[in-house]
Nanobody, 123 residues
Framework: VQLQASGGGLVQAGGSLNLSCTVS????????IAWFRQTPGNEREGVLC????????KYDDPTKGRFTISRDRAKNTVYLQMNSLKADDTAVYYC?????????????????WGQGTLVTVSS
């Protein structure tokens, strides 16, 4: 199982980015996938999770109403659309898959991780 995350970069505050995570070796029809983010010196924190049935669970209050998660089943790819970005959103963003159909905000729940993609928001 491999996860390939991409789409990070430098953006001005108020701008948007769309991260993608393509999964190979495992169908997202059967497992949950989530986006986490991590800043230096801090633990990874869950942002959004998509269950195998398409249920969206939001873990991070500061991103509510600004970030959305979606899935392209044909491409086995999940996206994180980030709008109205703030400097506090600067982090390395990771996608991760669970072995279960439902996710969790706990990083330990997930068994496979993408390599991370850096998002830098300038104020």
């Amino acid at each position: 199982v491999q996860l390939q995350a991409s789409g990070g970069g430098l953006v001005q505050a108020g701008g948007s980015l769309n991260l993608s995570c393509t999964v190979s070796g495992l169908s997202l029809d059967y497992v949950a996938i989530a986006w986490f983010r991590q800043t230096p010196g801090n633990e990874r924190e869950g942002v959004l999770c998509l269950s195998s049935t398409g249920l969206i669970i939001k873990y991070d209050d500061p991103t509510k109403g600004r970030f959305t998660i979606s899935r392209d089943r044909a491409k086995n790819t999940v996206y994180l659309q980030m709008n109205s970005l703030k400097a506090d959103d600067t982090a390395v963003y990771y996608c991760a898959v669970s072995r279960y159909a439902v996710g969790s905000s706990e990083a330990g729940h997930y068994t496979k991780w993408g390599q991370g993609t850096l998002v830098t928001v300038s104020s």
